[in-house]
């Protein structure tokens, strides 16, 4: 944990502004300030996961089924994947301009 803050500590010294640090163990209550700023694809399917973020292969098929479990709180009606909501709004038989959901 040290050498993570240090490190971006040390990157980001020249911006303006200075990013906020925020250190977050698992199962804090300040830790759905994270969870809330997570790309929208926990709920995507896990081959799409792969590909949007590569550094996942790394992992062993039980490691990645143990992360996306982490996730257990997500509900896809209420919360669309990005994934999803793009193709919603975006494919040709899409009804979303009656609905008022936009690109723009």
């Not at 994270?34 to 590569?54: K, M, N, W």
């Not at 039980?62 to 479990?69: F, G, K, W």
Request: proline share 9%; hydrophobic share 35%; glycine share 4%.
């Amino acid at each position: 944990r040290e050498v993570c803050r240090d490190h971006l500590l040390r990157i980001s010294l020249g911006r303006f502004p200075k990013p906020h640090l925020h250190m977050l163990k698992e199962g804090d209550s300040m830790s759905r300030r994270l969870t809330a700023r997570l790309a929208p694809a926990h709920g995507d399917p896990p081959e799409h996961q792969v590909a949007y973020f590569p550094a996942l292969s790394h992992l062993d098929p039980e490691q990645l089924t143990a992360l996306r479990a982490k996730f257990s709180f997500y509900d896809p009606n209420a919360d669309p994947s990005f994934r999803r909501w793009f193709w919603q709004i975006a494919s040709a038989s899409s009804t979303a301009r009656k609905e008022g959901c936009s690109l723009c």
